[in-house]
DNA sequence: GCATTAACCACAG
DNA sequence: CTGTGGTTAATGC
């Protein structure tokens, strides 16, 4: 188990771009980075948590069983935090995190990371913009599902990925069709079906996984639409 | 009533 | 793991 240098890390979150030689010392003397195959668990609900979770390279789904059926509630791409509502809220973990691709992620020791909010407010600001950025893109999510029907919730998650994740119109998508309707509450005959329309429809191209926008205009009418 | 939406089930690649 | 067809329940004209 090396504890890291970062000091020298290349893939520093924009928070640890603000912490000073002494503290990213203090920072890699509490911190290991751990690489992740596809579908492997980085953590796991109602486990306890002693980390905060830095994803360095790699795609996640956060996922919480919930009383009726398991739920999606957000696919993560790197850099970014995982685990601060977590870690932070509480002692053990109300989600798990799954890794969609080969993940690469730090573990820093919560102790270490909390005295690394009160030494350093750049480093600290940093960390609740992107904790508020993130509580927004939840709100958002929570009433595209609640008031949405499904080629709505399915044309706003289609939208995500090509805006928010591949940064392109033509991508494979992560999750099987059981996990897509995971995360928009949903049957996955339901997805099935909806993702053929969508291609009758001239919408999308769809090919088992592997999807392209041919009309976004339109998916986006259909996201707001409902 | 009748139409629409979407879940659940069964069965087949 | 997916796709399809049939059935069913809820909701809205």
């Given at each position: 188990m090396d504890t890291m240098s970062c000091y020298a890390c290349?893939?520093?979150s924009r928070a640890a771009e603000n912490l000073g030689d002494l503290e990213l010392n203090i920072m890699g003397e509490n911190c290991v980075v751990v690489a992740f195959e596809k579908g492997e668990t980085i953590f796991k609900q109602n486990a306890l948590s002693s980390n905060i979770i830095y994803l360095q390279t790699g795609l996640v789904k956060l996922i919480i069983d919930g009383p009726q059926r398991k739920q999606i509630l957000q696919i993560k791409k790197a850099p970014c935090y995982l685990g601060l509502p977590t870690t932070m809220g509480?002692?053990?973990?109300?989600y798990s995190a799954v890794a969609l691709e080969p993940t690469a992620a730090c573990f820093i020791d919560i102790e270490t990371f909390k005295q690394l909010l009160r030494m350093n407010t750049n480093f600290s600001y940093e960390i609740i913009l992107e904790l508020c950025k993130n509580e927004l893109d939840h709100f958002h999510r929570c009433v595209n599902l609640v008031q949405s029907q499904i080629f709505g919730r399915l044309a706003a998650n289609l939208l995500y990925f090509a805006?928010?994740?591949?940064?392109?119109?033509?991508f494979d998508l992560p999750l099987s069709r059981n996990e897509m309707a995971d995360l928009i509450c949903t049957s996955r005959e339901t997805v099935s079906r909806s993702l053929n329309e969508l291609a009758e429809e001239n919408v999308i191209e769809i090919q088992g996984k592997h999807l392209r926008i041919t009309n976004k205009d339109m998916l986006r009418k259909i996201k707001e639409k409902g």
């Open positions: 290349l893939l520093k509480d002692k053990i973990n109300h805006n928010e994740i591949y940064d392109s119109d033509e």
